[in-house]
């Protein structure tokens, strides 16, 4: 990518896991992949972020709630609010939560069980900064595993998400976890802060993966990096 | 009520205080020493052992241990071991090292962990996980994946839904958060592992030839550096009959029996522990396990060329009350001991500083060859250390084949009903798909994280798990694990053999080529004569067969004393078995996804229903003879099967065991999401066709385009190969017998375990 | 409506990695002088009143084979006092959120 | 040393999955009459004493900030009497396990 566009940080925090496959996906949409270290207050000059998943801090407390206190998260939630595109993952979706860039908070499987599964999802929303290369309402496929999926949110800040249409992914197929009104994935006003349980990231290659389905956040977000 | 005060409290058991106290009653039998035993102890020392040594030397010399009842059984892997170009690091070390080209290697290795998951499913199986997983991370390797065969009393006795569920909430609960994928396993159900369940944990690290890791300490003057968890009154039950002597009553507190893992502490030991292999930092290093630093201390100096020094007040405490003997015992998980160049320590301490991973020098190499252990400046173990680590007593312990054998064997199933007409074998076809054993393990495997890592090439429910080592060159290794305690229980040499054929042909038929072995000894009691034969029997026969097909055993693990009472478990050797695959994009999965490719059977299909599924499914019967064993039929068909991978005959593999040809169609169907059609060959009867467990068989799926060159090789090779049937349709037919609707057949096997664990 | 609160704590001598997570984290938070953090379960069970010893040794019972798992944890029953208030989720006894 | 607990629960518009579970499973084990259970957490902080009230707002802002989501979670802070017995775990108002 020429003039310095299309670098993508993926932060690691301690018990972090999915951070390497997070920086293939971005090497296999073309962008250069940028490792972020939690204790770092420095975002090196990248152009986005993506928070991975994994058991940061082990999950221990909640999901999240450690990690959000990390020092990286002091720039990466100034430039967040100024418009970087930042996609949260399973557990980078539950540190944006925690940290109040999106609402709602998640919440223990209402079955009670870690759930590993291909899952079908719904796209809502084809215009925030990781969607932009699907259409709306198209189904797309990615790997779901995660204990605490459960989106909820208060019915005010509900109404609000679907008014505001923030919903950016919805399950389909059936619910894996209790989310409210299905909803697997939100966006902030701005469209640039992205959150989502499913794993975009474990599906960029036949081989590895269900489908290559998640390969569009990243060919999204490096296009509009491009553009912008 | 009379307290002792601690003035009252006796001095501290030094060497030296020892020397001077011959007399003394030590608490040996207490401890599980025989007499002997500590007799040779006090021979070896030249006086009375003090506390702290007796508690070392009793805890190493215990059968988990030292293998005091298995060695001279288990001698015959290495005597027996095949030439194998592959073997970097033989057995004796934490993990036999495979080489497997592109200057990787592989180090893989099953463990038990029965006992403490039967007490506390949760936390036994977690920190079975985390156990296995240090193994492999104390070779130099990179864990990448793991397994868990496990084993479980009767599906709907009560307290199977107390084990079950919490083992496997342990295993997810530990191994996901360690981020790593879990690419198969087994279950089985059967009411002899009624309270004395067996979970076995397997893990699979890779690493380049030259990061190879030993457990040894050498080069005088290295430190000796602890790091990972502080040390807490873990896993240390048996030592606080010491403590109750060093102790007043208001001293230690209850000390648990029971471990309680931190994975996320393990995840920050892995990764701190790979950035110091990085910058290789390390001259030796081993994990803390079963007997703590007793075991890790004593291993790490015998192995080596000097002596050890440790002061073991130095050593990080989560509970100061603990005693020196019960530091020395403790068990607490997720801790590692690496000895270190002086000059590297301080580069050390930083990387452990940047994972958050406490690590404190403890002590160094000597000169000598004693290993010295020091409390507040005060000597309190003196001893050679091989004598502790090595060189344990070993037991020729009697053996025999049981009186019942004979009966059993003559017990044939041959007797038994069978379904006469398209109808009746319509119904136990389904009743075998549907029965727990026989039923889908998704209940089991969606709590397992597969995708992690992103290298998952296959994963359950395929017949091996298969990841990928190398990005560019798509190089990557298939692992299958496999046990049937049913055709041990019926002849354990024989069942042995079939454990190992069965892992060696499902790696196989995920296109790898087999290499090595790892096994896990799951038996009843060394003290009865009957289960130490089985053991025996199983030993050998898994020894003369890994000769025969090439793949030395690389290490494994022995778990006795698994019975209740009189009654012991079947006996259960689990063997994994590791191959290599020079592409994964050749991979052959199971599942029948083309309509139009043709159905062949490799192999030949006898009556053979000993120990079968369907034996045990209709009848409720275990009697006869296993089926019989034939390596060098399973190594062509391996050979085959990989041939064909490779040269793109097959678009997909799946081997035959037990439940035998219906189980396996079933699985295919189902996975593909497409019916199959399929002809009964002619001398065959149906019902033999469909269930019996004849060994050496894989069912193929051929592109209609491959045919002749398929054909071809397998009977240029001389291997049978019949032409049964045709991916078609949404049913599994069996023509002019029966029909049976893929949603039906879907349900019945996938409703099983959802509705026996919720 | 009475209010049963059944506490559970993993008991001293075990490892309480989540607790020791929490602690961890606080210095970073800006909270000293805090020497040790255990995190165990607190569950509320809603009762008929009055609440008879009978039903404290039933629930005593419940907690002792399916709340606690008493390998590892301890626990304790109370009844919970205070219940007076509409207040869903009150405490007379400290700050309330 | 003295004891500063933090009780958090779910806010009572929050779907508890795990009360529920424990609700459902309690016919199975021969429990009757329990009408609603709810599953927390409880934090167990070791301060020095005397615990003066600028600890214990400052236990109350921790709670706010990190112990609890209040997004969805409501919390109390109070400090746990009965403290003098030496007992690691005892709790003077219930049966004690
Ligand atoms: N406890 C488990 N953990 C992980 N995978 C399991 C477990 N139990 C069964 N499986 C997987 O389910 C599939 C079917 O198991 P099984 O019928 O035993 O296979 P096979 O007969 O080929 O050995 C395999 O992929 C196996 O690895
Ligand atoms: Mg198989």
Known sequence: MSGGLGRIGVVTFPG????????????????????????????????????????????????????????????????????????????????LCESHLLPGALTRNDHLHFVCRDQRLRVERADTAWTGDYEQGQEITVPLKNGEGGYVADERTLDALEAEGRVVFRYAGGNPNGSRRDIAGITNEAGNVVGLMPHPEHAVETLTGPTTDGLGFFTSVLKRLVTA | MTRTTPAQRPVLDTVEHASGTPGTDQPWAELGLKEDEYARIRDILGRRPTGAELAMYSVMWSEHCSYKSSKVHLKQFGEKAPESDALLVGIGENAGVVDIGQDYAVTFKVESHNHPSYVEPYQGAATGIGGIVRDILAMGARPVAVMDPLRFGAADHPDTRRVLPGVVSGIGGYGNCLGLPNIGGETVFDSCYQGNPLVNALCVGVMKHEDIHLAQASGTGNKVILYGARTGGDGIGGVSVLASETFDEEGPAKRPAVQVGDPFQEKLLIECTLEIFRERLVAGIQDLGGAGLSCATSELASAGSGGMRVELDTVPLRDSSLSPEEILMSESQERMCAVVEPDKVDRFLEICEKWDVIATVIGEVTEGDRLEIYWHGEQIVDVPPRTVAHEGPVYHRPYERPSWQDGLQADDPAALPRPANGDELRAAALALIASPNQAAKSWITDQYDRYVLGDTVLAQPEDGGMIRVDDETGLGVAVATDGNGRYAKLDPYAGAQLALAESYRNVAATGARPLAVTDCLNFGSPEDPAAMWQFAEACRGLADACLELGTPVTGGNVSLYN??????????????????????????????????????????????????????????????????????????????????????????????????????????????????????????????FLFSESQGRALVAVPRSEEVRFNDMCSARGMPAARIGVVDGEAVEVQGEFSIPLSELRAAHEATLPGLFG | MARVVVDVMLKPEILDPQGQAVQRALPRLGFEGIADVRQGKRFELEVAEPVSDETLARVHELAEKFLANTVIENFTVRVEDGGTSGDAYGDARGAVA
């Open chain 1, 16 to 95: 972090s896991l999915d951070d390497r496959d997070a920086q293939r996906a971005v090497r296999l949409a073309g962008g250069e992949p940028v490792a972020l270290w939690h204790r770092e207050k420095d975002l090196r000059q990248v152009d986005a972020v993506v928070l991975p998943g994994g058991f940061s801090y082990g999950d221990y407390l909640r999901c999240g709630a450690i990690a959000r206190f990390s020092p990286v998260m002091e720039p990466l939630l100034e430039q967040a609010r100024a418009g970087m595109p930042v996609l949260g993952i399973c557990n980078g979706f539950q540190v």
């Open chain 2, 563 to 688: 019975q209740t009472g009189d009654t012991a478990i079947h006996p259960t050797p689990v063997v994994g078995v590791l191959g290599v695959i020079d592409d994964v994009s050749r991979r052959t999965p199971i599942g029948f996804t083309d309509e139009g490719y043709l159905l062949y059977l490799l192999g030949e299909t006898r009556e053979e229903l000993g120990g079968s599924a369907w034996s045990q499914v209709a009848h409720g019967h275990l009697g006869g003879l296993p089926p019989a064993v034939d390596l060098e039929r399973e190594r062509l068909l391996a050979e085959i099967l990989v041939a064909a991978s490779r040269d793109g005959m097959i678009d997909a593999a799946h081997d035959l065991s037990d439940g035998g040809l219906v189980q396996a169609l079933a699985e295919s169907c189902l996975k593909g999401g497409k019916g199959a059609r399929v002809v009964v060959p002619d001398g065959l009867s149906p019902f033999v």
